[in-house]
T-cell receptor, first 114, second 119 residues
Framework: ETGVTQSPTHLIKTRGQQVTLRCSSQ?????VSWYQQALGQGPQFIFQ???????GRGNFPPRFSGLQFPNYSSELNVNALELDDSALYLC?????????????FGEGSRLTVL | AQTVTQSQPEMSVQEAETVTLSCTYD???????LFWYKQPPSRQMILVIR??????QNATENRFSVNFQKAAKSFSLKISDSQLGDAAMYFC????????????????FGKGTKLSVIP
């Protein structure tokens, strides 16, 4: 059973640029969610995808967007990067229907915006 | 909106001793789940223990146990026989039991408690 994998692990961008982060969900999981974790803070929910559609969103502007593919992998896209977007971005997968909703996290992508 | 508060930014414990991490939350819902996650320097969040709000019995997982006080909206984590590998950030998290859409698993996290284990 493969775990959640994310790429890239680290990247540096400048203000105004765009970035795409990728996530492969755990084998058999059909739901993926993304979290932003600023330095010294807890993760904050960005959005969740199920069956290739967004079905939940946190308090993030539209320049944060995502995709889920038929194989349940996912992308997080951020346009017009701002300095405050510097953070660890965590992807988590789960299996819809399990009430306890255990999430399995990847190791994250560390984004630095200069 | 739900909020989760961890009032201890840092804690330390002697190896083999017991430590308790505090968490309080605010919600108007009656049915929900609570979690403790561990985030070591490797950054990967690992589930430590979970508690269903409708269960009165406190959850336990080996050396980890919780004290769930629903009326007080308190959910503390006790780590017994602390080991060096327990050193990490610990996050308390809340999830509503209400599924808005298929499988909504949005977690609300606290700011975390950094636990150090002294040899």
């Amino acid at each position: 059973e493969t775990g959640v994998t994310q790429s890239p692990t680290h990247l540096i961008k400048t203000r105004g640029q765009q970035v795409t982060l990728r996530c492969s969900s755990q084998s058999g999981h059909n739901t993926v969610s993304w979290y932003q974790q600023a330095l010294g803070q807890g993760p904050q929910f960005i959005f969740q995808y199920y069956r290739e559609e967004e079905n939940g969103r946190g308090n993030f502007p539209p320049r944060f967007s995502g995709l889920q593919f038929p194989n349940y992998s996912s992308e997080l896209n951020v346009n017009a990067l701002e300095l405050d977007d510097s953070a660890l971005y965590l992807c988590a997968s789960s299996l819809a229907g399990r009430q306890a909703g255990e999430l399995f996290f990847g190791e994250g992508s560390r984004l630095t915006v200069l | 909106a739900q909020t989760v508060t961890q009032s201890q930014p840092e804690m330390s414990v002697q190896e083999a001793e017991t430590v308790t991490l505090s968490c309080t939350y605010d919600t108007s819902e009656s049915d929900y789940y609570l979690f403790w996650y561990k985030q070591p320097p490797s950054r990967q969040m690992i589930l430590v223990i979970r508690q269903e709000a409708y269960k009165q019995q406190n959850a336990t997982e080996n050396r980890f146990s919780v004290n769930f006080q629903k009326a007080a909206k308190s959910f503390s984590l006790k780590i017994s026989d602390s080991q060096l590998g327990d050193a990490a950030m610990y996050f308390c998290a809340y999830r509503s039991a209400f599924n808005s859409g298929a499988g909504s698993y949005q977690l609300t996290f606290g700011k975390g408690t950094k636990l150090s284990v002294i040899p």
